[in-house]
């Protein structure tokens, strides 16, 4: 096998000296001219020509190679083709508001999805062809599953379908709302308050549909309660959702922003940290220690800081803490970065507009991150996160078919991920 791929390389190679080779009436096929590729691991190539079969990378060629009748080639010699982006936080049921507070007294589920179907367009053609949802009211399984069956237009989601919280926590459904409204929820609704609770919550999301599971281990700054800091388990309550999730299957992502609360969720075994607002070098040791990857969401933090000068946009409780969480989070990534912590890529789109996710990129550079590195963050890192490292995230044969271009040379100016002109999902063209 190995041989015989090789001598075609050569063959090529041979070929490519005098004139384009064409490859055989091969129908279905895509010949993709592109005049840079960035692998998503951290390699770069110039004119090449990837060859997409179905919903498969088939081949990657040096030189343009020409195609025969029934392929068709497209032609991104002016641009640097990438691996389709992951975000591994959105939440594409909403998005904040100076309305968004009312919303789940005024709409029903199926207004959440009609509108999140515009959401979930604009992702994909923003070049985002896969996203992680972190946490909503159980819509996101269903857009989830609308997108797979081809009813609409979206990224590939993975979903914790309802994130996990304890009684009054960040996640607590019933929070802010008067005591006639206010209810006991329990873990069906995701809330808990022992292990016991926190096994049914867990199973319960997996009856769901949950690919993941996501808890809020800390205050967060867009509930309506005055702490954004405190840690709201205790460790042997994350070890039991972590346990939970192994057993289906599932990786488990923290909403963290203080310190004890964040270092309980690592030391639980969370797979991913979101936020990280006020970790310290003793949680970044830890979470070097115990393998914890960093999902950094700073747009979020700089949405939130702009929105709360601007009066009545949010609730009084939540100005403090959004004014002072928006900056912090800049300075912890930064500091996160030198020390080494592992980083992947992650937005909180939803609470910033969907479809703006790029925006991430400039932040994350501006803060000390080579553009490589960011870019990595998107693709193959990502992928890793998601149990997906071996087909997803990279440019590479075998691979999902999952491409975007941009013009010109992202990694001089990496804001240019802000426009794609080119977006492919599993080998079909949709920007
Ligand atoms: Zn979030």
């Known amino acids: 096998m190995k041989i015989g791929t090789t001598l075609l390389t050569l063959l090529f190679s041979l070929c490519l000296a005098t004139a384009p080779v064409a490859i055989g009436a091969?129908?279905?096929?895509?010949?993709?001219?592109?005049?840079?590729?960035?692998?998503?691991?951290?390699?770069?190539?110039?004119?090449?020509?990837?060859?997409?079969?179905?919903?498969?990378?088939?081949?990657?060629?040096?030189?343009?190679?020409?195609?025969?009748?029934?392929?068709?080639?497209?032609?991104?010699?002016?641009?640097?083709?990438?691996?389709?982006?992951?975000?591994?936080?959105?939440?594409?049921?909403?998005?904040?508001?100076?309305?968004?507070?009312?919303?789940r007294y005024t709409m029903d589920p199926a207004d959440v999805a009609l509108r999140a179907t515009l959401y979930c367009r604009r992702t994909l053609e923003a070049g985002f062809t896969t996203v992680r949802d972190l946490g909503g009211t159980g819509v996101?399984?269903?857009?989830?599953?609308?997108?797979?069956?081809?009813?609409?237009?979206?990224?590939?989601?993975?979903?914790?379908?309802?994130?996990?919280?304890?009684?009054?926590?960040?996640?607590d459904p019933s929070n802010g709302r008067s005591r006639e409204l206010e209810f006991d929820a329990g873990p069906n609704a995701g809330v808990i308050n022992n292990a016991d609770e926190a096994w049914k919550a867990v199973r319960t999301r997996y009856k769901n549909g949950a690919d993941c599971i996501k808890i809020?281990?800390?205050?967060?700054?867009?509930?309506?309660?005055?702490?954004?800091?405190?840690?709201?388990?205790?460790?042997?309550?994350?070890?039991a959702i972590v346990a939970a999730a192994k057993d289906y299957g599932m990786h488990t992502a923290a909403h963290a922003h203080g310190k004890e609360g964040m270092e309980r969720a690592i030391r639980g075994g969370i797979t991913t940290i979101e936020h990280g607002t006020y970790m310290d070098a003793e949680t970044m040791d830890l979470m070097i220690e115990h393998g914890t990857i960093y999902v950094p969401t700073l747009l979020a933090g700089a949405f939130v800081a702009e929105k709360a000068e601007i009066p009545g946009y949010f609730p009084a409780v939540i100005v403090p803490k959004a004014r002072a969480i928006g900056p912090a989070l800049i300075s912890t990534f930064g500091e996160a970065y030198r020390h080494g912590v592992k980083i992947a890529f992650g937005t909180d789109s939803g609470v910033s507009a969907h479809g703006e996710n790029a925006k991430e990129f400039a932040l994350m550079v501006q803060a000390g991150m080579k553009p490589m590195e960011a870019i990595m963050a998107a693709t193959s890192v990502a992928a890793g996160v998601l149990g997906r490292g071996e087909d997803l995230g990279q440019i590479k044969t075998g691979y999902v078919a999952d491409l975007v271009a941009v013009a010109g040379n992202p990694l001089e100016n990496v804001r240019l991920l802000e426009s794609v002109n080119f977006v492919m999902k599993e080998g079909v063209r949709v920007k």
């Open 216 to 239: 809020t281990a800390t205050g967060g700054v867009l509930s309506v309660a005055k702490d954004g800091q405190g840690p709201q388990f205790r460790t042997e309550e994350i070890a």
């Open 26 to 103: 091969q129908e279905g096929l895509t010949f993709l001219h592109c005049g840079t590729i960035l692998d998503g691991a951290g390699a770069t190539m110039r004119e090449m020509t990837i060859v997409v079969d179905n919903d498969k990378i088939l081949r990657i060629e040096k030189g343009y190679l020409g195609a025969d009748a029934g392929a068709e080639v497209v032609d991104l010699k002016q641009s640097t083709v990438l691996p389709g982006l992951i975000d591994l936080h959105v939440h594409v049921e909403g998005q904040s508001s100076p309305g968004s507070y009312l919303e």
């Open 140 to 171: 996101n399984v269903s857009l989830r599953n609308a997108i797979n069956n081809g009813t609409i237009t979206g990224p590939r989601i993975y979903t914790a379908e309802k994130s996990i919280a304890s009684t009054g926590g960040h996640a």
